[in-house]
């Protein structure tokens, strides 16, 4: 039963991979800065509350852009950060801190308040079986790359103090500001209103905020300007140029972060580091609710625990994000997770299926064309552009494909799950073994009693045992060959 445990022929950067650059709008072929390696940043939560599905959106799509390059025997270097100092709400810079709101509410400290949530965003992305990154920073521990970083803009003559308030970047400065997002910056000039925070520009935004004089924040930090916290940006330039170097290949994140966030994490770099400070920007479109973009500002919503809690295999809820393209929004209802989840599961029952025909006949010769071609198409599909549903049109395609045998079909799954995380082969075994677990004698003793009343044609009887029998973990189906019990 254990599935053919051959490893893929190398196929080292041999499929073209193409992606969706925002910068030049156009799809371009990847180069890597350095050959076989890829330099990968991508924007990571905000620590205050628990992530929702949408965000696990996000942590999905850039494990499939990992894991699309390892395919293609890449070495991946990836930075994800953690926000776990305050932003204030808006992207203007002014309005409440996510984390100090959030230690209000539960009436904790901030850092007790992003351990917390630091560790159960964790548990999900173990749970959706995405490959935790090669550098995990926390905003908090490098304040101090933060603080250089400012001063070197400062050096350069890109900021100025606004007092009492702190230190902003003038974007006025920085010719190609708003270059990522098209935006016209004359235009946003001419139509803003001159606020009262002191700016200069619309469009400046803060390096360093000093903390309120009549507040005591828990976080704050000494600085060369005074006591206060980092802005909102300026923690993703600084930890990926620490641990990415000056210049690196992918930088991907949401779209809400093009004309602001990214914008800006672009306007602090390049005076920097020169240009372009990175070669390839990814963005996703949402998750999306009835209401709109799933966020936590929409009151309930759904999260990875919920989603066990219900029943679902987590897996369903991956292949129900990867059977759409990350360039398209994606509308979640459960109605949607069901459909995904029947779907999921036809798959695993199929692969159930063929490691079934194979038995322990685990080390079969495999028919090496027919890998290299599935192996081709599939892996050629999620390296353009990341077409991941084309992908799984290719796995049905392959299931019903009747000239591949079954060890070559389960090397090609065992493929398809480092390639797409979706774990068809464990489903698949951990069906097999609750199919051949040993029926304990109580529950045999329900299953013949159930078959009694069947007979006496008392169906509410009937009915009556069969709820017992799934209370116990244990599921009773009447096919043609007689009533099977299988472990749920
Ligand atoms: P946040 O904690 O809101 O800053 O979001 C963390 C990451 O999740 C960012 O890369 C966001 O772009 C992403 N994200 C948030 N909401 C959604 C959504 N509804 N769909 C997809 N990605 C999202
Ligand atoms: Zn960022």
Known sequence: MTPANHQSPATNHQTPIRLYNTMSRKLEEFVPLIPGHVGFYSCGPTVYWYQHLGNMRAAVHFDIIKRMF???????NHVMNITDVGHLTSD????????????????????????TY?????????????????????????IKQQIELIQ????????????????????????????????????????????????????????????????????????????????????????????????????????????????????????????????????HEWLMSKEGKMSKSEGEVATVPDLVRRGYDPMAFRYLLLTGHYKSPIEFSWAALDAAAAGYKNIVRKVAGIIETVGANNHLPLQDIV????????????????????????V???????????????????FIDRLLGLQFTDRAQKLLA????????????????????????????????????????????????????TKK
């Open 70 to 76: 390892m395919a293609n025997g890449y070495e991946v």
């Open 92 to 115: 203007a810079d002014t309005g409440e801190d996510k984390m100090e709101k959030g230690a209000k509410r539960e009436n904790k400290s901030v850092w007790e308040i992003a351990q």
């Open 118 to 142: 630091m560790d159960a965003f964790l548990r999900d992305t173990d749970t959706l079986n995405i490959i935790r990154p090669t550098h995990l920073t926390r905003a908090t521990d490098h």
């Open 152 to 283: 070197k803009l400062e050096a350069l003559g890109y900021t100025y103090e606004i007092p009492g308030e702190g230190i902003y970047y003038d974007t006025s400065k920085f010719s190609s500001y708003g270059n990522l997002g098209g935006q016209d910056i004359s235009k946003l000039k001419a139509g803003a209103r001159i606020d009262d925070t002191g700016k200069k520009n619309p469009t400046d935004f803060a390096l360093w905020k000093f903390s309120p004089k009549d507040e005591k924040r828990q976080m704050e930090w000494d600085s060369p300007w005074g006591v206060g916290f980092p802005g909102w940006h300026i923690e993703c330039s600084a930890m990926s140029m620490e641990y990415l170097g000056p210049h690196f290949d992918v930088h991907a994140g949401g779209q809400e972060h093009i004309k602001v966030h990214h914008t800006n994490e672009i306007a602090q770099s390049e005076p920097i580091v020169g240009k372009p400070w990175v070669n390839y920007w990814i963005h």
């Open 371 to 394: 890998f290299a071609e599935w192996h081709g198409k599939i892996l050629g599909a999620v390296s353009d552009n990341l077409k991941t549903a084309t992908a799984l049109v290719y």
């Open 396 to 414: 049905q395609e392959l299931l019903a494909d009747d000239g591949a045998d079954a060890a070559t079909k389960i090397a090609l799954f065992e």
């Open 434 to 485: 609750a199919e051949n677990a040993p029926v304990p004698d109580e529950i045999q003793k329900l299953a013949d009693d159930r078959n009694a009343a069947k007979a006496a044609k008392d169906w509410a009887r009937a009915d009556e045992i069969r709820a017992q029998i799934d209370a116990a973990g244990w599921a009773v189906m009447d096919g043609k060959d007689g009533v099977k019990i």
